[in-house]
């Protein structure tokens, strides 16, 4: 069937290191792949996407790259900020409907 | 632009009684769904639909209904509420089925 596998969290970190969000799929035909955050008390909205194999998506400083051979789709972040503590999901669509990873909750400390 | 607007915000029920979550989008999409968030369980689909007068259910659609009878609107029903069913619900729309998804503030739900 169709997953999304990411890393369990919580991930702590201090500000201005390296992120990297682990995230893999297993699909049937040919996905559409996001990441999703979800501050805290708030709906889940858009981060980055890719829809074909090799693209790279980003924003704020985010990128992931649509790996077909690995089935996979990393979060990463060069150098993080407290503001971006929340909670992150991968997912992707398939025919009709958008499948979520279990999300990995972040904490960036000062 | 409201976007999708739910409501209400947050509710408590008894165990057995009925209520209505609000969903409507005001950006045309076709697409909408109903999730259910739980603590470690990530956001699991109750029921979705790819347009007006269709439904179908997702991963955990049992003691929730939902209809479509406007584009605008996807109500969710839940017919008899029990503690199980205390959870963070949220709307979801999209333009299409490979495109961002919008989604609503949540609804917190507590049955007792």
């Known amino acids: 069937g169709n997953s999304v596998t990411q890393m369990e969290g919580p991930v702590t970190l201090s500000e201005e290191a390296f992120l990297t969000i682990n995230c893999t799929y297993t699909a049937t035909g040919y996905p559409s792949l996001f990441w999703y955050v979800q501050y805290p008390g708030e709906g889940l909205q858009l981060l980055l996407k890719a829809t074909k194999a090799d693209d790279k998506g980003s924003n704020k400083g985010f990128e992931a790259t649509y790996r077909k051979e690995t089935t996979s789709f990393h979060l990463e972040k060069g150098s993080v900020q407290v503001s971006d503590s929340a909670v992150y999901f991968c997912a992707l669509t398939v025919k009709d409907k958008i499948i979520f990873g279990k999300g990995t909750r972040l904490h960036i400390l000062p | 632009n409201a976007g999708v607007t739910q409501t209400p915000k947050f509710q408590v029920l008894k165990t057995g009684q009925s209520m209505t979550l609000q969903c409507a989008q005001d950006?045309?999409?076709?697409?909408m769904s109903w999730y259910r968030q739980d603590p470690g369980m990530g956001l699991r689909l109750i029921h979705y639909s790819v347009g007006a007068g269709i439904t179908d259910q997702g991963e955990v659609p049992n003691g929730y209904n939902v209809s479509r009878s406007t584009t605008e609107d996807f109500p969710l029903r839940l017919l008899s509420a029990a503690p199980s069913q205390t959870s963070v619900y949220f709307c979801?729309?999209?333009?299409?089925?490979?495109?961002?998804?919008?989604f609503g503030q949540g609804t917190r739900l507590t049955v007792v």
């Open positions: 979801a729309s999209t333009r299409a089925a490979d495109t961002e998804a919008f």
């Open positions: 950006m045309n999409h076709e697409y």
